[in-house]
């Protein structure tokens, strides 16, 4: 699916996502992980990857039915691995905490696999969770 990568779209991408996962026997107690994953990628493209500007996004689907899917996420933006940054530390009280990050590390949690790569123009981001 090709789309602007603006917070507009993000139930577009979602509903797309889960036809998707659907198809490959995606058991919905993960769709619904897989759900607040793709929302908070898409929302971080949207706003950081073109500097506030929409720009293109792609979003594909993989997988085996029944055993696993992959998102994927394809723009063009600026050069960012959103895995890369140091996980917050959660133990802290609130007030403690530095800011940001939070959405990122629940992603990571949430994923079995998660992984960035910077392919030519593009930024490719990754998540994978495994069914079983």
Not at 19 to 29: D, G, Q, Y
């Amino acid at each position: 699916m090709d789309i602007e990568a603006s917070t507009k779209n993000n139930e577009k991408v979602i509903d797309f996502v889960n036809e998707r996962l659907e198809a490959l026997e995606c058991p919905v107690k993960l769709m619904t992980k897989f759900d607040i994953a793709v929302d908070e990628l898409f929302t971080n493209i949207a706003y950081y990857a073109y500097g506030g500007a929409a720009g293109p996004c792609s979003v594909s689907v993989s997988g085996r039915p029944g055993e696993w899917a992959s998102v994927e996420f394809r723009d063009f933006g600026i050069p960012y691995d959103p895995f890369a940054a140091e996980d917050p530390d959660v133990t802290l009280p609130i007030e403690k905490r530095r800011e940001g990050g939070l959405g990122v590390f629940i992603v990571k949690n949430l994923m079995d696999e998660t992984a960035y790569a910077r392919i030519g123009a593009e930024n490719v981001t990754t998540i994978t969770k495994r069914f079983v």
